[in-house]
């Protein structure tokens, strides 16, 4: 299985260029799910409480974004040396993330100790990634089948421990990962601070001039799409027939055209690179 050959992957990888989870994260268009993997991340109140103690992304919200997209591209698609060197970073990064709750929520009181290397808190910020890129890719292309989810969920894991997490402490298969996933989302532990909603602003309307509040308009449509319904209701993101009716346009004219775009369209720079290093590597 994947997940057995991804730490031996051709020309060093820590992810198979083969695998079902280099073929999902591939897509270009997955982009359009990083609001919503933010607004994921920021309904936990000690990730929030995080992100606002230790980062610009108030001002900045793109370029925090950026950062993680970038880490994410340099440990599934260079080589293990470039991998580890960005997981240190994070580490390094994560490190001086630390600090109390100042908004009491129904489950953590106010003075509630955080730190970015907690285990829990990556495996949250690690599973909303994971399952806002399977769910957008979805959305447009035909879904994985049930052998495809585990291949995807296992190759995974590499990435995971790199990026901290020990395997003890992962969900062991996929169908144990949607079940926690489903219990975040229905649980009492995500619940929106004041804090949380200041920083959600940002992300639906970016802070930075060149980006014009319909774009930002726009973007929403597919936040809210990709959003499970309860976190949707939780931030109060609208979702009503004109939303709906425009977000069916976007995904049917998406996925009538994807088969056509070419190559150098639908795939990253990072993930033509890293395939075009596993063929020399192969040939």
């Known amino acids: 299985m994947g997940a057995e050959r991804s730490d031996f992957a051709v020309d060093g990888m820590l992810v198979d260029p083969a695998g079902v989870y280099w073929r999902v994260n591939r897509e270009s268009f997955l982009l359009l799910g990083g609001g919503a993997a933010l607004l994921l991340q920021l309904a936990h109140p000690l990730v929030a409480a995080g992100v606002s103690d230790h980062s610009g992304f108030r001002e900045e919200p793109v370029r925090r974004l950026y950062r993680t997209i970038r880490t994410m591209q340099d440990i599934i698609y260079e080589n293990r040396t470039t991998a580890l060197e960005a997981s240190r970073r994070v580490k390094r990064v994560h490190a001086a993330v630390k600090g109390t709750l100042r908004e009491a929520t129904p489950v953590f009181p106010a003075?509630?100790?955080?730190?970015?290397?907690?285990?829990?808190?990556?495996?949250?910020?690690?599973?909303?990634?994971?399952?806002?890129?399977?769910?957008?890719?979805?959305?447009?292309?035909?879904?994985?089948?049930?052998?495809?989810?585990?291949?995807?969920?296992?190759?995974?894991?590499a990435?995971?421990?790199?990026?901290?997490?020990?395997?003890?402490?992962?969900?062991?298969?996929?169908?144990?990962?949607?079940?926690?996933?489903?219990?975040?989302?229905?649980?009492?532990?995500l619940s929106l601070t004041p804090t949380a909603r200041a920083l959600a602003e940002n992300?639906?309307?970016?802070?930075?001039?060149?980006?014009?509040?319909?774009a930002g308009d726009a973007l929403s449509v597919a936040t809210a799409a990709l959003l499970p319904g309860q976190i949707r209701d939780l931030y109060g993101l609208r979702w009503g027939p004109?939303?709906?009716?425009?977000?069916?346009?976007?995904?049917?004219?998406?996925?009538?055209?994807l088969p056509f775009m070419p190559n150098v369209v639908r795939a990253g720079r990072h993930a033509r690179r890293g395939e075009r290093r596993a063929r020399m590597a192969v040939a």
């Open 203 to 214: 992300v639906i309307h970016p802070p930075i001039s060149w980006f014009p509040r319909v």
């Open 159 to 189: 990435v995971a421990r790199v990026l901290g997490l020990k395997e003890s402490e992962l969900p062991p298969n996929f169908t144990a990962f949607q079940n926690y996933f489903n219990d975040m989302i229905s649980g009492p532990i």
């Open 111 to 157: 003075g509630t100790p955080y730190r970015a290397s907690d285990p829990d808190l990556l495996l949250w910020v690690y599973t909303t990634l994971l399952a806002t890129a399977l769910t957008t890719y979805e959305e447009f292309l035909p879904p994985l089948n049930t052998r495809e989810q585990e291949q995807f969920y296992q190759e995974s894991k």
């Open 242 to 257: 004109r939303r709906r009716f425009a977000w069916r346009l976007l995904r049917r004219s998406l996925k009538e055209t």
